[in-house]
């Protein structure tokens, strides 16, 4: 079945260390997106691809980065510098970039990343 | 601005009793309307979309919504919940032109047997 997989599904980190989320799909969808979840703020955008070695900054990119060097994968990496990473992180993908929206976004099923 | 708004944060509603989730937006531009509903530890997952067509629209589980220009609302309905309703409802919005949806803060839905 075609799906978006996140793993792993608990991450913990200690200060300063920097950790990688993964996100992978296998849904030949073009644009892939990276979003933070805290109770009560609903869900922010942190990065955006849509399509290989390209992708843009969200509302809240600092202390973040990304890559896209394939269609199916789009890693996130919580660096050091993020100062409050604890929260829940969703990644997503929609199909036909240029078309907008339209078709909507299909989710993964989150990784909870806490600081220890 | 290009914005949308829940504006319920919580919503709690006895088993079998009816229920809406309100969304609004603000926009001078087309838009696409989508519902979105999360359970504990869970991504999202998509209730319904309205992309043109008949305002009304019916979703999975039951879920229906309904799509109004003038009032710039896509409001949430089910006539009958059940306790496996119990989730976070998102309203999310395509601005024509624009590739991101945006997101409402989303709405808690608690079924109280």
């Known amino acids: 079945d075609g799906g978006i997989t996140q793993s792993p599904k608990y991450l913990f980190r200690k200060e300063g260390q920097n950790v990688t989320l993964s996100c992978e799909q296998n849904?030949?969808?073009?644009?892939m997106y990276w979003y933070r979840q805290d109770p009560g703020q609903g869900l922010r955008l942190i990065y955006y691809?849509?399509?290989?070695?390209?992708?843009q900054k969200g509302d809240i990119a600092e202390g973040y980065s990304v890559s896209r060097e394939k269609k199916e994968s789009f890693p996130l990496t919580v660096t050091s510098a993020q100062k409050n990473p604890t929260a829940f992180y969703l990644c997503?993908?929609?199909?036909?970039?240029?078309?907008?929206?339209?078709?909507?976004?299909?989710f993964g099923s989150g990784t909870r990343l806490t600081v220890v | 601005a290009q914005s949308v708004t829940q504006l319920d944060s919580q919503v709690p509603v006895f088993e079998e009793a009816p229920v809406e989730l309100r969304c609004n937006y603000s926009?001078?531009?087309?838009?696409?309307l989508f519902w979105y509903v999360q359970y504990p530890n869970q991504g999202l997952q998509l209730l319904l979309k309205?992309?043109?067509?008949?305002?009304l629209v019916k979703g999975i589980n039951g879920f229906e919504a309904e799509f109004n220009k003038s009032q710039t609302s896509f409001h949430l309905r089910k006539p009958s919940v059940h306790i496996s309703d119990t989730a976070e409802y998102f309203c999310?919005?395509?601005?024509?032109?624009?590739?991101?949806?945006?997101f409402g803060t989303g709405t808690r839905l608690t079924i109280i047997p």
């Open positions: 926009s001078s531009v087309s838009v696409y």
């Open positions: 997503a993908s929609s199909a036909r970039r240029s078309l907008g929206a339209q078709y909507g976004y299909t």
């Open positions: 691809s849509q399509i290989v070695n390209d992708f």
């Open positions: 309205y992309l043109s067509g008949s305002t």
């Open positions: 999310a919005v395509s601005f024509f032109g624009n590739e991101k949806l945006t």
């Open positions: 849904l030949n969808h073009d644009a």
